[in-house]
């Protein structure tokens, strides 16, 4: 067993994403993962605006792990909005 499960599974997923990623492309990827997360009654949709861990700092939000546009997020997703963190 690997010291830290936390992180053995995050790449794991991390692993998963990419190689389905480069077969099926991002958005089905994604798509497919929010059906699949939703399925078991995860949020997927993470809310910044209700979020106690998410903040504001001028115009842009930093945005908490939880968030898709977290940069350690393990399905990372640029914000956009000239936000392009990668
Ligand atoms: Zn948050
Ligand atoms: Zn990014």
Redesign the pocket.
């Known amino acids: 067993m690997p010291q830290d499960p936390q992180q053995h599974l995050r790449m794991q997923v991390r692993r998963f994403w990419q190689q389905r990623q480069a077969e099926y492309g991002t958005i089905m990827v994604q798509e497919a993962f929010h059906h699949t997360l939703s399925d078991f009654g995860v949020e997927v949709e993470?809310?910044?605006f209700s979020?106690?861990?998410?903040w504001w700092e001028d115009r842009e939000v930093i945005?908490?792990?939880?968030?898709w546009n977290?940069h350690d997020h393990p399905f990372h997703e640029c914000p956009g909005m000239g936000q392009d963190c990668c």
């Open positions: 993470h809310n910044v979020c106690p861990d998410c945005y908490c792990p939880w968030s977290h």
